[in-house]
C-alpha cells in the first residue's frame, strides 16, 4: 500500500491493486473520511489504525462500493469500482464484517459453500449455475487452509467464538478473492485466538491475496506489512510499521504518550500514561 497524492492526475495504479484516490465520505451526514487516497496491493497485508470516530470502516466500506462516496473514487484494477457489476465486485473483494451472522443451525461445511456463490445466490440460498468440481475443490482449499475440516460436519451453534470466526474466514476464502477486508477481524477474541487469525491471513499473503483489515490493537497492527494511520478522516501517516508507529503519530492520533521498541523482528507500543 503507497499512500497517494492528494491532487489529480494520479499515476496510472498497477494492475493488482484497489485504490482510494481523493475520497470523501459522509457517516450519515458526517464527514467521517475527507480526502483519503491510499493503494492497496495484493500479496501485502494492509492494517488501517487509528482512534475511534477516526473513519476507518467508513474507509473500508467505500472501498467495497458500500459506502457512496460524495467525491473522489475507489479503483480495482485500474478501473472504477462503480463500473464494476455486483457479481463481478463480489467475486473480487471478499468482506468479514465486526459481527459475521452465521446460520447457526447449519454446517460448517455448508457455510463454507456459501462463499462459492458471492454475488450469485437468488434469494440468498439458491444458486444460479450448477455446483461443480471446481467449487467442491475450493471449499476443501478453504477449509483445510483455516483448520476447519476437522469440524466441517458440526453445526455453527456447537462452535466457540475462535472457531466461528475461522468458518467465516473460511467461507470469504472460498470465493477465492483478490482482496478480502476485514473490519476488526480479531474482536472479542482471546489473545490466542487473535494471534490464530493474524497468522491465517499471513499465509493467505504470501499466497497472494491482498488484505485490508481494520485493528485497534496496535501490537497486531505491527505484525502487518503497510499500515494506514487515520486521524479526524484524514491520513496521518502511511507506510511500514516503523514509520508510522512513532511516539510522535501516536500522540497526535491517540493522545497518548507511548513508548515503541524493537523485540526481534517485531515492533511493540507501549502505552506510558
Not at 485500474?78 to 471478499?94: F, H, I, T, V
Request: proline share 7%.
Amino acid at each position: 500500500m503507497r499512500t497517494l497524492p492528494q491532487s489529480p492526475g494520479l499515476p496510472t495504479a498497477p494492475a493488482d491493486t484497489l485504490e482510494a484516490v481523493n475520497l470523501h465520505v459522509h457517516a450519515g451526514t458526517f464527514p467521517a473520511v475527507r480526502g483519503v487516497s491510499a493503494r492497496f496491493e495484493t500479496g501485502v497485508f494492509s492494517a488501517v489504525i487509528g482512534p475511534n470516530g477516526a473513519g476507518k470502516s467508513t474507509l473500508l466500506r467505500a472501498l467495497l462500493g458500500l459506502n457512496r462516496p460524495e467525491s473522489g473514487e475507489v479503483c480495482l484494477f485500474g478501473r472504477p469500482l462503480q463500473g464494476w457489476s455486483r457479481p463481478e465486485r463480489s467475486r473480487a473483494l471478499a468482506y468479514l464484517a465486526q459481527s459475521e451472522g452465521l446460520p447457526d443451525a447449519t454446517r460448517v461445511r455448508d457455510v463454507v459453500a456459501l462463499g462459492r456463490g458471492a454475488g450469485e445466490w437468488r434469494f440468498g440460498l439458491l444458486p444460479t449455475r450448477p455446483w461443480t468440481d471446481a467449487d467442491e475443490a475450493a471449499v476443501d482449499s478453504a477449509l483445510d487452509r483455516t483448520d476447519t475440516r476437522r469440524f466441517e460436519a458440526r453445526k455453527v451453534t456447537e462452535l466457540s467464538g475462535g472457531e466461528r470466526q475461522r468458518v467465516a474466514l473460511a467461507r470469504a476464502l472460498a470465493g477465492q478473492p483478490r482482496f478480502l477486508l476485514l473490519d476488526e477481524p480479531t474482536n472479542h477474541l482471546d489473545l490466542a485466538y487473535a494471534l490464530e487469525v493474524i497468522r491465517y491471513l499471513r499465509c493467505e499473503v504470501a499466497g497472494g491475496l491482498g488484505v485490508v483489515a481494520v485493528l485497534h490493537d496496535l501490537n497486531l497492527a505491527a505484525r502487518a506489512d503497510w499500515l494506514l494511520l487515520l486521524h479526524q478522516g484524514k491520513v496521518l501517516s502511511a507506510g511500514p510499521p516503523e514509520t508510522v508507529l512513532t511516539p510522535g503519530n501516536l500522540l497526535a492520533a491517540y493522545g497518548v504518550r507511548a513508548r515503541v521498541v524493537r523485540d526481534a523482528d517485531r515492533l511493540l507500543v507501549i502505552p506510558e500514561d
